[in-house]
């Protein structure tokens, strides 16, 4: 190890690190001097937190940060601040701020979304965050929504919401002395009337706080992890990496929640169900007059109209909640004003019959000033921002700004500046008196914004909020109680003015009747900025670099003499990534790079090599291969399995990855599905498969070129195969490519940048972590889809007398048995049910469509080979009357050669780990495995490999003729493993493969076409024997 530590080393290290760290100071603080060079006052900033140190610290509010900076150059027109890297400029002058966003607003047309675009993320794509001419085509096409005729067409269903809420109220009076979590009880309210003004639907969040709805609304506003991570990146000016990854900014629960409302609630109104004229009655209307239209740009997308669908419902809920909220707060801290306001709402109701109607509500003028005297003090949005879209001079100024300057409207500061409202912090709504209110400059009120972009929905959300606050007001009293927080203090890392404790009021009735809160968790926020843990002192951060690189190399090389040690064989392993630099960085396929040292390490029983920092032997002798998958199976029992627990993923407690006597088990129980009986049980379902199958081919052959994509043609037939004989479902994914199957099964086997991260962290060694964290490695789909999948079809099965023949009986039965023997040690629990369900999906469509894709490949390579086997399956029908039966398989010697050699050169698993469970000595050596270290069986390499088979990259059946299999040693031919832990389901996947084959090979003629790919070239990133193309072939029905 001498070399590792010399002082050239530790210096070229030292050297790479510092360098590292200066480009990132120099990128974190490129634009630092921009105001200085304008000459524009501006706060210091201090890498990498900008001017926002405090609040990406988590210390202080956005908010409360904006308005010191604000009150700091008091007289100034304008100011700059760094928000991390980027340059913002702060409007404080009113007439400026009106110039900006009324009278030039064509040099600041759009808003700063935080995205560089919004292709990937279909909830964005809404009128807050679109820009230019798009916004204004959709801005002009939703204005008639918010009509006084369409309002007033919606105060039915806000009043049978504010009748509920009034009942929930009164309907917990007794529970907590009247005590009520306004902040719950008005997002409560103001989601059951977004639910149905916009969707047409009974949220039922009021009389259920954990309704769907609601869940989804506290889900947007909840910051987590990810949503931090996400954040920062934008921050320091990586944003367009979430674009390039296709990163979106929520999770995916809330963007299938909205796609399945918006199909809902559409599909209702095109089937005349839903005849409300809502929010969504207007989009369908909007969407079929484009369809109408024969020329012409497509505004209203799938995607426009769920995220114009999504925005509504968000913007408000959440803003006309808060409002509420601040409301009730300052008229329990003003008695004097709510019992004003009080006679003012009863004088209007008994002029108008008692009836709360539209034109009532505009007649409560005294309301409406309590309104704006709340929006003044606790704007929605505090902080209104825009993007210079063209090059604009400040008047009366030098400075100019260029296309793509970023600027802030300081709404709050503005609204609690003495100069325009005396006496800013006194609550007083006489200040949107007509006169007071003329008395003031434009850009000093600005709740919701001002000029072409101002919110499109404010007379609805003042509609929304008037209607529950003159209801409440007209039934309750409200005033502070022990609980109520004064003054209130804002969550510091909110961007909106959220309290950092939910707002509780005592509520009593006019009739001095009392009532509770609803009890519920408070809503949050969801944080723009998260915190940065590295510190910004210049001095440490070299040494840190230093030290933190030299640990680094340290742990990840700890064990990198290991092979030395123990005297075997072995090349040097590449510093960090051991012998797997290239599949890491995504050059190559794992397959060959073991293929690779094979080759070199010929004569060796075994070699070493090193996976990232741990050591694993390769075995490439049969006999010891053998002597590990079967006869000395005791010591190596188990997979390789890079989890420390399974407890909190619900699909992984498999065969594949179960270990010890639990493994032995559930085995022992499961390896009776796979009988000659249930297998010809299953026959019939996978027989009306391959008739689907010939159908789907005749079809892509039929008049056309007849070029077909076999890679994805086999995919579809086994994932029909395996729904009926696992969940007797019929899929029909080949006949339509977007069904749930289909989408969960592509998502199961597509890598993503949370599966790679999660992989690397276990093979470090910091796989706790994941478990710590509770992460799961595949997308959230694939749990959901799998996990609803098989409780529903167990529950189905609860109620049918008669018993199917799939694998999810046999599962249903072995659990029944467990009951009723009354089992100590429940082996069958709903998890272990699911991940044996799952498993038998995912191994059964992947490696089967595999092997049937790979099979038809060399049987168009090999025209002579093709014909034969042809001929001998059409033979085999004939003398069986022409049906395929399960029996009529087993007589297909030919074919079971000709799928033998496919899975020789293709293997569906191309290496087999096993862990060594209790200390082993290899036989004839000196070298003992402890428990715990990793034995790979290159199935691949041993398979091409000239001393079994000769010839390797010649595609022969005639090797697995009964003479040519006793030739060779155990150990040479291990498509599905072998031993006691063989695949348990290799008879069910031959038996599907060879179906699909009989049936294609019978009915067609194969042939290339000048998109197949001769050699194949294997997708790098896979660990798989996956083809970096689809497999396309060219088919020729047989007359």
């Known amino acids: 190890m001498s070399g590792v530590w010399s002082i050239p080393f530790v210096q070229l290290c030292a050297a790479a690190v510092l360098l590292v760290t200066f480009l990132g100071y120099m990128y974190l603080t490129y634009h630092y001097g921009k105001w200085t060079g304008l000459g524009v006052p501006h706060a ?150 977004i639910g149905s003004c916009a969707f047409g639907l009974d949220c039922n969040a009021l009389s259920n706080p954990d309704s769907e709805f609601r869940r989804t609304g506290r889900a947007i506003f909840t910051p987590s992890l990810r949503s931090n991570l996400l954040n920062i990146t934008r921050l320091v000016g990586f944003g367009r990496l979430l674009d390039v990854f296709r990163i979106r900014g929520m999770s995916g629960n809330i963007y299938d929640f909205f796609d399945n409302l918006l199909d809902t609630t559409m599909e209702q109104h095109k089937s005349g169900e839903n005849t409300r004229n809502d929010f969504i009655a207007l989009l369908v209307k909007l969407k079929d007059e484009e369809k109408q239209k024969e020329h012409g740009q497509k505004l209203f997308t799938d995607d426009i109209l769920a995220a114009n669908s999504f925005v509504f419902f968000v913007a408000g809920f959440e803003t006309t909640a808060s409002t509420i909220s601040y409301c009730l707060y300052e008229l329990a801290m003003n008695p004097e004003i709510q019992v004003k306001l009080r006679e003012n709402i009863k004088k209007t109701l008994d002029a108008n019959d008692g009836k709360l109607a539209y034109d009532t509500l505009k007649d409560m003028k005294y309301l409406d000033m309590v309104i704006n005297e709340t929006f003044r003090l606790h704007p929605p949005v505090p902080v209104l921002n825009r993007v210079c879209t063209q090059k604009y001079t400040i008047t009366d100024s030098n400075i100019t700004l260029n296309v793509g300057d970023k600027l802030i409207i300081p709404t709050y500061s503005l609204h609690h500046d003495s100069k325009y409202y005396s006496d800013p912090e006194i609550f007083d709504p006489e200040r949107f008196t007509e006169e007071n209110i003329s008395s003031r400059p434009h850009g000093t009120f600005l709740p919701f914004g001002d000029g072409p972009r101002i919110c499109i929905g404010l007379r609805f959300a003042m509609m929304e909020a008037k209607t529950g606050l003159a209801e409440i007001l007209s039934k309750f009293e409200v005033s502070p109680c022990k609980e109520t927080q004064t003054p209130i203090k804002i969550k510091p890392r909110s961007i909106l003015l959220t309290p950092n404790e939910s707002i509780r009021l005592s509520f009593k009735s006019i009739d001095q009747v009392q009532f509770i809160p609803a009890q519920v968790h408070a809503l949050t926020v969801c944080e723009p900025l998260a915190m940065i843990c590295f510190s910004c002192w210049l001095e440490i951060v070299p040494i840190a670099a230093i030290a933190s690189a030299l640990l680094t190399y340290v742990y990840c090389t700890r064990y990198y003499g290991h092979w030395t040690a123990l005297g075997v064989p072995h090349t040097k392993p590449a510093p960090l990534l051991g012998h797997f630099a290239g599949p890491t960085m995504g050059r190559e396929s794992g397959t060959i790079t073991v293929d690779t040292l094979y080759r070199r390490f010929v004569g060796h029983r075994y070699f070493g090599v090193y996976q990232l920092r741990h050591p ?67 026959f019939a379902s996978l027989h009306v498969c391959t008739g689907q199958l010939t159908d789907k081919l005749l079809l892509l052959t039929s008049g056309g070129q007849g070029i077909v994509n076999v890679t994805d043609v086999s995919s579809k037939f086994t994932i029909d195969t395996i729904g009926r004989c696992a969940f007797g479902i019929n899929c ?224 022969d059946p005639l090797r697995f003729t009964e003479d040519n299999k006793a030739l060779r040693p155990n150990g040479t031919f291990l498509p599905f493993g072998d031993g006691p832990r063989i695949c348990i389901g290799l008879r069910f996947a031959l038996m599907e493969a060879k179906t699909g084959l009989a049936e294609i090979i019978s009915k067609f003629e194969i042939f290339p076409c000048k998109y197949t790919k001769i050699p194949i070239k294997l997708n790098p990133r896979s660990i798989l024997l996956t083809p970096n193309e689809p497999i396309s072939l060219l088919f020729k029905q047989i007359a």
């Open 44 to 193: 210091a900033p201090s890498p990498p937190f900008g001017s926002l140190r405090d609040v990406v610290m988590g210390r202080v509010p956005l908010v409360d940060a904006i308005h010191s900076l604000y009150r700091r150059f008091d007289g100034q027109r304008y100011f700059g601040i760094y928000e991390g890297r980027q340059p913002l400029l702060v409007v404080c002058d009113p007439q400026l701020v009106h110039t900006i966003m009324v009278k030039d607003f064509r040099s600041f047309v759009d808003r700063n979304a935080g995205k560089v675009s919004f292709v990937h993320d279909k909830l964005f794509d809404h009128l807050v965050n679109l820009r230019g001419e798009q916004w204004k085509a959709i801005r002009a096409k939703l204005s008639p929504t918010f009509s006084a005729a369409k309002l007033k067409s919606m105060l039915g269903d806000i009043n049978v919401c504010t009748a509920r809420l009034i009942d929930n109220l009164n309907g917990q009076i007794t529970k907590n002395s009247g005590i009520v979590d306004v902040s719950e009880a008005s997002a409560q309210f103001t989601t059951d009337t």
């Open 616 to 682: 694993m032997l390769v075995v490439r002798d049969p006999v010891l291969v053998h002597a590990v998958l079967a006869t000395e199976f005791g010591s190596f029992h188990d997979r390789v399995m890079s989890r420390t627990s399974f407890e909190h993923d619900g699909l992984f407690n498999s065969l594949v990855n179960l270990r010890g006597d639990k493994w032995k088990a559930v085995r022992a129980k499961l390896s009776p599905t796979f009988t000659v009986a249930k297998l010809k049980a299953m």
């Open 732 to 955: 029909n994914t080949l006949f339509d490519s977007n069904t749930e199957f289909q989408r969960a099964g592509q998502a199961v086997f597509t890598p993503t940048l949370k599966s790679s991260v999660l992989n690397f962290m276990r093979l470090i060694d910091l796989g706790w972590l994941v478990d710590l964290f509770r992460l799961r490695s595949m997308p959230d789909l694939v749990y959901e889809f799998y996990l609803n999948l098989f409780q529903d079809t167990l529950e189905l099965r609860k109620n049918e007398k008669e018993d199917r023949n799939d694998f999810v009986s046999i599962l249903v039965k072995l659990r029944n048995d467990e009951k009723i023997n009354n089992s100590r040690v429940e082996l069958f629990t709903d998890d272990v049910l699911a991940s044996n369900a799952f498993i038998f999906f995912a191994a059964g469509f992947e490696t089967t469509a595999s092997a049937m894709s790979y099979c038809l490949y060399e049987l168009a390579l090999n025209q002579d080979i093709q014909v034969e086997l042809r001929k001998q399956i059409q033979h085999t029908l004939n003398e069986n009357g022409g049906i395929l039966t399960y029996d009529v398989l087993k007589d297909m010697k030919y074919l079971d050669m000709v799928l033998n050699e496919t899975l020789r050169m293709h293997p569906p698993g191309p290496g087999l780990l096993r862990v060594c469970t209790k200390k082993f000595k290899i036989p004839d050596s000196d070298i003992t495995l402890d428990t715990g270290m990793k034995v790979l069986i290159p199935t691949y390499s041993l398979h091409h490999d000239p001393a079994y088979y000769p010839n390797p990259e010649l595609f």
